[in-house]
């Protein structure tokens, strides 16, 4: 990757901006309009919302008005835990369709794998809830279908009856939580990893071996940790509401971490696990 409008390539040919703007916890209304429009303005084109984080209706506004309009912007947003079920999805798929101002959608994804109230019989209802995504995707009404924090046991459960499979998994994926056994699953079965909280939440910023490493580059540890994200071939999804910060993360592409520095970060405990874990939380 060498500049914030390069391209991952999805399994379906679809072209995906290599590095997206989160926002989760950012607040719908003005907050989210400034902060993705800061973030258009800087260069980014893939936004990165969830009918779970409550401000898909901001989203939608910034993008629409965005100097390029919606056609220049890649948005994906996720199904929330509360909603199961082929028709019951679908309806929910339009709900966020309204609230975006969208006809189309770029990519759509499962939040999480196995709900708390569903736990018990999870298995089938995403099984169903894919089946409703498979027709949402062969209707052009969404360009790309895939999941987040599916673990490989879950891809695996969901692969034995899907017609078209996952074509992203968005997982908790940072120096010291890097989920390698499903991260290769997915290089294997060309599903692309996308990194949500790829700076640990934030927790990572003032790791000191971090910082030294950084420090040798003359980059903020921030940017070493999304570089390393996409010298591993995956799609970092950072998010700031501060305009110097949500700049410095699209600044990713005048260096290269050695492979000697590579696998000292590879190495590093970190943090681990600042999230859910996708068979325990309770929600
Ligand atoms: P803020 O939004 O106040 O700018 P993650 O993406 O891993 O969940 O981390 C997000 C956290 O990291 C937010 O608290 C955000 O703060 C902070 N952050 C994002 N980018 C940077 C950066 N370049 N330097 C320092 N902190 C950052």
Known sequence: MKAISDT????????IPCVG??????????AVVSAVSSALELGYTH????????????????VRRSPGGRESVFVTSKLWNDVRGYRETL????????????????????????????RDNYRELNRETWRAFEELYRAGRVRAIGVSNFLRHHLEELMETAEIPPMVDQLEFHPGWMQQDTVSFCQQNGILVEAWSPLGSGKLLQDPQLCEI??????????????????????????????????????????VISAEDEQAIDRLSCVGRTGSDPDNAKF
């Open 8 to 15: 991952y390539t999805l399994a379906n040919g679809i072209a």
């Open 21 to 30: 703007f989160g926002t989760w916890q950012v607040p719908d209304g003005d």
């Open 47 to 62: 936004i990165d919302t969830a009918a779970a984080y409550g401000n898909e209706a901001g989203v939608g506004k910034a």
């Open 91 to 118: 309806e929910a798929f339009d709900k966020t369709m309204e609230r975006l101002g969208f006809d189309t959608l770029d990519l759509f994804l499962i939040h999480w794998p196995a709900p708390y109230r569903f």
């Open 214 to 255: 950084a420090a040798k580059y003359g980059k903020s540890t921030a940017q070493l940790c999304l570089r390393w994200a996409l010298q591993k071939g995956i799609l970092p999804l950072p998010k700031s509401v501060t305009p110097e910060r949500i700049r410095q993360n699209t600044q990713l592409f005048d260096f």
